[in-house]
Structures are given as structure tokens and as C-alpha cells.
């Protein structure tokens, strides 16, 4: 089964590092879950809102949402049972990452476009 990949505060603007991350893993064909403010088509992938719990496994949650918008997803991360929680520059909180930490996941403090780039994702 392929790793997928839930972008947490994804956006249909290019100009954002959120709708870079899921272009670059659409270019990867990393299986990929998009949540963001909008239900939208992103060329196509459904951005939905919310907190489906109507999705397959996921590997890793990468967070574009700053720490303060965070705190409703807190038992929604827990819930989907991540093995990797990527914090993405402007994301960082420890609060998150110590109970992430507490429920079994990894956490890692990185760029998730750099580590595409690089081949460490």
C-alpha cells in the first residue's frame, strides 16, 4: 500500500507553499488527502474542508496551518493515527508536537518541499 500524504491547510493559490506541496506530490504520485478552507477542484484533486474521517490510512499529516489554527485538528491528527507529523516552517508548536509525540508519532520540524527535493521524505 503507497504512503499517503493528508496537506492540512491546503490552498488553491499558487503563490502558497501549501499548494506547492500538493502540486509536488501530485508530480510524485504520493496518494495525497488536501483539507483546506474551501471545497475546491485542484487540478484534479478535491481540496475538502472539514475533518473527513471517510479516507484511507494516512502515513504523514504536513501542516500550513499556523499554530493558533491548529488546536480544532488536535484529536482529529490524534484520531487518524499518523506515523509522521511534518511541521513546516510557521507551523511549529510544541503543544501539538508533545502530544503528537505522546500518541506515537513521529514529529518532524523540516520543510516538506526541501525533503521532496532532496529525496528524505
Known amino acids: 500500500m503507497e504512503k499517503c500524504t493528508l496537506v492540512l491547510g491546503a490552498s488553491p493559490k ?5 499548494y506547492k506541496a500538493v502540486r509536488s506530490l501530485q ?5 495525497i488527502v488536501a483539507i483546506g478552507r474551501k471545497d475546491v477542484d485542484l487540478e484534479g484533486l478535491k481540496i475538502r474542508t472539514g475533518k473527513p474521517l471517510d479516507i484511507d490510512q494516512i502515513h504523514t499529516i504536513t501542516l500550513y496551518l499556523n499554530p493558533h489554527h491548529q488546536k ?6 490524534i484520531a487518524l493515527k499518523p506515523e509522521r507529523l511534518i511541521f513546516n516552517p510557521g507551523t511549529i508548536n510544541p ?3 508533545e502530544l503528537a509525540k505522546k500518541n506515537g508519532i513521529k514529529v518532524v520540524e523540516d520543510c516538506m518541499l526541501v525533503m521532496l527535493a532532496n529525496g528524505k521524505y
Open 72 to 77: 480544532e485538528y488536535y484529536d482529529y491528527i
Open 27 to 31: 508530480r510524485r504520485e504520493i496518494p
Open 14 to 18: 499558487p503563490s502558497r507553499f501549501a
Open 95 to 97: 503543544e501539538l508536537a
